[in-house]
């Protein structure tokens, strides 16, 4: 099974080794996904942080956009991280980006402040445990639809699911710790078998 | 898998992670909100804060300090891209009032007038990460023990000429190429060598003392550190470097970028993401150079979109670096 990550701007390369690592335990390996064509033939996708504004704008110019949004509501599952939850919010409260609408929550971008203010906790998640987050400089959620809330940090959801769609304002890349990619690569091999 | 709890610095991998996020992006140098928000618009990853961009400190001459207070407010009020602010060298002070200020990535920068001529600041003391410049293998080597977050090479900033640039990056991957080649003793007599800068200061000290034939001990040399516990410090950091077979740090390029064509170049060559500085605001049309630059650096192989994106854009005009001072040197 091919796993996309989305390598427009941000941290992709700690994405694609993280995958790389788990190719032997689940038949799963990284393919970089950089322009249009690049979505043919993968099973599920990762879309990492890096700066929101810069990701949306390269997405809206190469067609990417509504090709992801396309995949997504057929069934595949993507998973964002950081700027990649903002990118499939259903509002991002910020003209500067616009949410793919694929997951029912309402973004503040920025929530805990600026740079000084990123912080590492631990948070606890549904099905996964605990886990060391990395918060830099992350968003908020501030609302929530239709979706499971996985994991909260002082009440305000920071892992949410709705069906394909699993999002965070995270980053699970950066710790060396594979329980999240586990879990998604877990819900693209549900739909490859259905 | 890296166990958070015993981690020295739990703050690096905030630090380090900031920098990631940065990468496959342009950073560009702004002096006002307007610009920040041109930049913003045209897709820079970040905007770096500064008085007058590196072709006017050049130009006008004088010594290039910090950003006015003021102007960075004004800039971190303006945009939702993270903000870096430029520090000179060595000044403590100018990085704490600008750390205060909230920026959130500081640049120990060469286009600045140093402050120190002895050491650069400490990086480690800081919450928030420092970017710094390198020219060379052993100066990369030695930021990175500072605790920067993040590399690029110096090149000659407001200069649109992109060979210095090139030149610092084949030196540093030289050194990394070399050092994969040596055993674990001749690594360190390496990373003796390297250490070798922090001892100028006691050097000169002990020389005004006691004359050139006696030496003083080189023991708190650098804050606190004596140079047995530095060498050590950079040996860790070079067995890194050897494992990687790169820097194990976000790494940028810098210092001449002026077109589109330059910028691909800069990722062709392996960096991680390029600065821009005078190239922007000082060509004909900065919106559209701004735009053209982002394009370039994320498609640095796509030579058709290059060479669309590039026509009819009137780069900055360039010096020859044999005509000027060279602010790399700093």
């Known amino acids: 099974m091919k796993i996309g990550i989305l390598n427009v701007q941000g941290d992709?390369?700690?994405?694609?080794?993280m995958v790389r690592h788990l190719h032997q335990k689940y038949?799963?390996?990284?393919?970089?996904?950089?322009?249009l064509g690049d979505l043919q033939g993968i099973s599920g996708l990762i879309i990492p942080g890096g700066e929101s504004t810069v990701i949306y704008k390269i997405l809206k110019k190469s067609g990417m956009n509504d090709r992801i949004i396309e995949m997504a509501k057929s069934g595949m599952p993507v998973m964002g991280t950081c700027a990649g939850a903002i990118l499939l919010s259903s509002d991002t409260g910020d003209i500067r980006v616009t949410g793919m609408g694929l997951i029912g929550i309402t973004i503040k971008r920025n929530a805990y402040g600026r740079q000084i203010n990123s912080f590492i906790k631990t948070v606890d998640i549904k099905e996964i445990g605990k886990f060391q987050a990395v918060f830099i400089r992350a968003p908020g959620i501030e609302s929530t639809g239709n979706c499971e809330v996985m994991s909260r940090l002082d009440g305000s959801p920071v892992m949410v699911r709705e069906n394909n769609i699993l999002a965070m304002t995270f980053h699970p890349e950066l710790t060396g710790d594979s329980k999240i990619h586990e879990y998604f690569i877990s819900m693209v091999r549900t739909v490859e078998m259905e | 898998m890296v166990?958070?709890?015993?981690?020295k610095f739990g703050d690096e991998l905030l630090k380090r992670g900031f920098a990631k996020m940065t990468k496959g992006g342009v950073v560009m140098d702004v002096t006002n909100a307007e610009?920040?928000?041109?930049?913003?618009?045209?897709?820079?990853?970040?905007?770096?804060?500064?008085?007058?961009?590196?072709?006017?400190?050049?130009?006008?001459?004088?010594?290039a300090r910090m950003s006015d207070p003021l102007k960075v407010k004004e800039i971190l009020e303006s945009v939702s891209i993270p903000v870096m602010a430029k520090v000179r060298i060595g000044h403590l002070s100018e990085a704490s009032i600008l750390e205060s200020l909230g920026v959130d990535m500081l640049d120990e920068s060469e286009v600045l007038t140093p402050a120190d001529p002895f050491y650069h600041i400490n990086k480690r003391l800081y919450k928030v990460p420092v970017v710094c410049g390198a020219r060379t293998f052993p100066e990369a080597v030695r930021r990175i023990f500072e605790g920067a977050a993040m590399i690029r090479t110096k090149g000659e900033a407001g200069t649109g000429n992109i060979i210095e640039a090139v030149r610092h990056i084949r030196t540093v991957s030289d050194g990394i190429y070399i050092l994969n080649s040596?055993?674990?003793?001749?690594m360190f007599k390496v990373a003796e060598n390297i250490s070798k800068s922090y001892t100028n200061l006691r050097d000169l000290t002990s020389e005004d003392l006691y004359g050139e034939s006696e030496k003083m001990p080189y023991n708190n040399v650098y804050y606190g550190m004596d140079f047995r516990e530095i060498s050590n410090e950079i040996f860790k950091v070079l067995k890194e470097i050897k494992h990687l077979k790169r820097l194990p740090l976000v790494n940028f390029a810098a210092g001449g970028i002026a077109t589109p064509a330059d910028a691909a170049l800069m990722m062709k060559m392996g960096m991680d993401g390029v600065f821009v500085g005078s190239g922007i605001f000082k060509s004909?049309?900065?919106?559209?150079?701004?735009?053209?630059?982002?394009?370039?650096?994320?498609?640095?192989?796509?030579?058709?979109?290059?060479?669309?994106?590039?026509?009819?854009?009137?780069?900055?005009h360039g010096l020859d670096i044999a005509e000027i001072e060279k602010l790399q040197n700093r």
């Open chain 2, 182 to 186: 040596l055993t674990n003793d001749e």
């Open chain 1, 27 to 35: 038949d799963v390996y990284p393919v970089n996904v950089k322009e």
């Open chain 2, 3 to 7: 166990d958070l709890k015993s981690m």
């Open chain 1, 12 to 17: 992709v390369s700690e994405h694609f080794q």
């Open chain 2, 35 to 63: 610009q920040a928000k041109i930049a913003e618009k045209a897709g820079a990853v970040s905007v770096m804060a500064l008085e007058r961009v590196p072709s006017d400190i050049r130009a006008q001459g004088g010594v």
């Open chain 2, 284 to 316: 004909k049309d900065p919106q559209r150079m701004a735009e053209a630059i982002v394009d370039a650096t994320e498609n640095y192989e796509d030579y058709k979109l290059l060479g669309d994106v590039s026509s009819g854009l009137e780069g900055m």
